[in-house]
């Protein structure tokens, strides 16, 4: 039995159409008033007389704002909108229209409350709810409202599709309470994912832990291997593993049993054999031009092969100089040398360098450039 009564009520409320998402919104505002008396009642202290400016104030709030919810219509739609449009914009009228009438329905009763804490009593507040209330239930999308209000859009000529634009599906939402229930589930689903991504860190920093754990233990065990290696005695009786490899096996301890001789890297230069130095410019090894002329015929003579003071330390020049060996005794004048070499310019040091460099004998003189 009560269930054949209240299944047709509840249909009716949770109607998931834009007229039923309307009607919720004017059926939540409906008890608002409420929880105002009974804060109100409480404050007042339970006196119902009051201040009688206060109770017309009231009173004339309430009847002001119900002459604006009877007087005031939606505004009519322009000329020339094609049936979506239209439909579109009578709809989005009509939800305005809906939220005006339960604003001026709520003000009286605000309005009645202050006046009655100020007047000590409860009558401007009565005044005010029995203003309010009506103006309410006018603000829900019934057959006689929504039909005033199509009729309003129609007043120049352009026909409004507001029974089709209220008759689209909507979701079932209740104007303060779905918003709260939604930030409700949006701070609880940010909460688990924040203490699922903490899970998730806390395990992988458990993992990091435990195989550094594992790679100390296996570090710590090779470790150990490798110096029980190192220390296990060598079954080659008793050598060390770093023992120096014999490269050459010849010169070994047992090869000969005496010193080592000396690689021979030139044969033709023997213990007994003198080596000579090597002069390029043999022209400017003396202090003056004697010297260089003695130099001269000495180098010549040597070439030739028919003297012998270069190799016996005796051969000469007309001045009695001997061979390298008084030329190495002689002091270098390194001025005399620089003014020699900046006057001959680069013809002397081309010949001394091509004489020396094709290394054969020449029996032609060159002609000095002395100054």
Do not use: C
Request: glycine letters at 12%; proline letters at 8%; aromatic letters at 6%.
């Amino acid at each position: 039995m009560d269930s054949r009564f209240f299944r047709p009520v509840i249909d009716f409320v949770l109607q998931p159409t834009q007229e039923g998402e309307l009607r919720r919104r004017a059926l939540f505002w409906l008890p608002a008033p409420l929880p105002v008396l009974g804060l109100v009642y409480l404050l007042v202290g339970g006196t119902l007389s009051a201040s009688g400016w206060t109770i017309l104030l009231a009173s004339s709030v309430g009847v002001g704002t119900l002459l604006l919810a009877l007087i005031v219509h939606p505004t009519p739609l322009p000329e020339g909108l094609a049936p979506p449009a239209s439909a579109r914009r009578s709809l989005h009228r009509f939800r305005q229209f809906t939220g005006l009438r339960i604003a001026l329905a709520l003000i009286p009763v605000v309005i009645g409350a202050a006046a009655a804490v100020i007047g000590g009593g409860m009558y401007p507040l009565f005044a005010a709810l029995v203003l309010a209330w009506p103006q309410l239930l006018l603000a829900m999308p019934t057959f006689f409202t929504i039909t005033r209000a199509r009729r309003a859009m129609e007043a120049w000529g352009t026909t409004a599709y507001l029974w089709h634009a209220l008759s689209r599906p909507a979701k079932v939402t209740w104007p303060v309470v779905t918003p709260l229930v939604n930030s409700w589930r949006a701070w609880q689903a940010e909460n688990a994912r924040r203490e699922q991504r903490r899970q998730e860190e806390e395990k992988a920093w458990k993992q990091a832990v435990r195989e550094e754990s594992e790679r100390a233990d296996g570090d710590d065990a090779s470790t150990e291997a490798s110096s029980a290696e190192r220390t296990r005695p060598s079954p080659d009786g008793g050598r060390s593993a770093h023992e120096a490899t014999e490269v050459l096996p010849h010169l070994g301890s047992g090869h000969g049993g005496g010193e080592e001789e000396p690689t021979e890297v030139m044969p033709h230069l023997g213990p007994g054999r003198e080596v000579r130095p090597t002069r390029v410019l043999a022209h400017l090894d003396g202090a003056g031009a004697d010297a260089d002329g003695a130099r001269e015929s000495g180098d010549e003579d040597a070439d030739r092969g028919t003297g012998t003071g270069r190799e016996s330390g005796t051969g000469g020049g007309g001045d009695g100089g001997s061979g390298p060996d008084a030329s190495s005794r002689a002091p270098r004048g390194t001025v005399n040398r620089a003014r020699s070499l900046l006057a001959q310019g680069s013809g002397a040091l081309g010949l001394a360098v091509r004489r020396t460099r094709r290394g054969a004998r020449s029996t032609r003189r060159p002609t000095p450039n002395k100054p």
